[in-house]
């Protein structure tokens, strides 16, 4: 068994993932996007656009390729600085899909099985794609392939961090130390952010009444804020169980402004503030977006000065992945 010494970063790096499955929304903002611009001088970041998991179900290859340039785009409008975060687009590192494979000869079935996406739609019946069941290691392939010390996680992504650590502890156990075992990292702002038509169900990229869209127009977030659910309690006030709502509400003008809202007793006050907060934080980012949309090539050239980038830490990690394992160079 051949023995590789892993050192660290020198400093923290960190990967923050996103699905071009559709359009980025509110909740990808404040939750992911805004942590990440705000981390960038504090730790090396890389923003990886995993294209690759799209296709775990069907979809339309036009929609991917657009939402990937998108979500590219609207990371550059929301202040991601690709001289300090590459934007990388996965498919563009031929090693993800290297390393994915040589961490599948680590992993069981069973560990894979009971990642919960996998275990919902198979239990949905109908024809489930056999990628669905062995994404969660091309996840943890993402995670090890650039050394990176922490990546930021939520509650619904949590078991996917563990199976990338579990995979990287075994492979170094068994064949030599070889991969950076990351921790996972909370975002400092509590909030989840939930659809607004339905505040028991996070907000998502695949649509709803009660989505916030980063590129909305401004009349199409006034009547989705205005039809917000809320209940007949009549008190402005923080209280997920009886009023998942206006919770809701609150902690969007919250992560907004930093500030409560300032009439505790009217819900069509919240509702204008809400709408204000939310219009004056995404108003730049359309602005920018529509500049860069009119440049498609420089932001291709940012994907691939990205991958570029990243591909030298990409390639020194599968090597030693493929010699610890027993693969000639």
Avoid: W
Avoid at 130 to 150: E, F, G
């Amino acid at each position: 068994m051949t023995t590789t010494v892993t050192t660290a970063p020198a400093r923290t790096r960190r990967l923050s993932g996103f699905q071009p499955t559709g359009h980025l929304h509110l909740g990808n903002l404040l939750g992911a996007l805004r942590p990440l611009i705000a981390a960038q001088g504090a730790a090396e970041s890389i923003a990886l656009i995993a294209d690759l998991h799209a296709m775990t179900v069907e979809h339309e290859p036009a929609k991917v390729r657009a939402f990937a340039l998108e979500q590219a785009t609207i990371m550059l409008a929301a202040g991601v600085d690709p001289e300090r975060t590459p934007i990388v687009l996965q498919s563009q590192v031929r090693e993800h899909t290297e390393l994915h494979y040589l961490l599948e000869c680590v992993a069981a079935y069973g560990e894979a099985a009971r990642m919960i996406q996998f275990k919902e739609k198979s239990a949905a019946g109908g024809p489930v794609r056999l990628s669905l069941l062995t994404y969660p290691v091309l996840m943890a392939a993402d995670i090890l392939l650039y050394d990176v010390t922490q990546v930021p996680v939520g509650e619904d992504q949590s078991q996917h961090l563990e199976l990338a650590r579990t995979l990287a502890v075994r492979f170094n156990t068994r064949y030599g130390e070889t991969f950076v075992v990351p921790e996972g990292v909370r975002p400092d702002s509590a909030a989840r952010i939930m659809d607004l038509a339905d505040p028991l169900t996070k907000m998502g990229k695949s649509g709803g009444a009660g989505r916030l869209a980063l590129l909305d127009p401004p009349e199409v977030l006034r009547r989705t804020v205005a039809r917000a659910a809320t209940d007949t309690v009549g008190q402005v006030r923080r209280d997920r169980e009886r009023q998942p709502g206006i919770t809701n509400l609150i902690d969007i003008l919250t992560e907004c402004t930093g500030r409560p809202p300032a009439d505790p007793t009217s819900y069509a006050a919240l509702k204008r503030e809400v709408t204000d907060a939310v219009e004056a934080l995404l108003a730049p980012i359309r602005a920018r977006h529509a500049e860069l949309s009119a440049n498609p090539d420089f932001v291709r050239g940012v994907l691939a000065a990205g991958a570029d980038r990243v591909r030298p830490v990409a390639a020194a990690t599968v090597s030693r992945a493929r010699e610890a394992i027993g693969l000639l160079d």
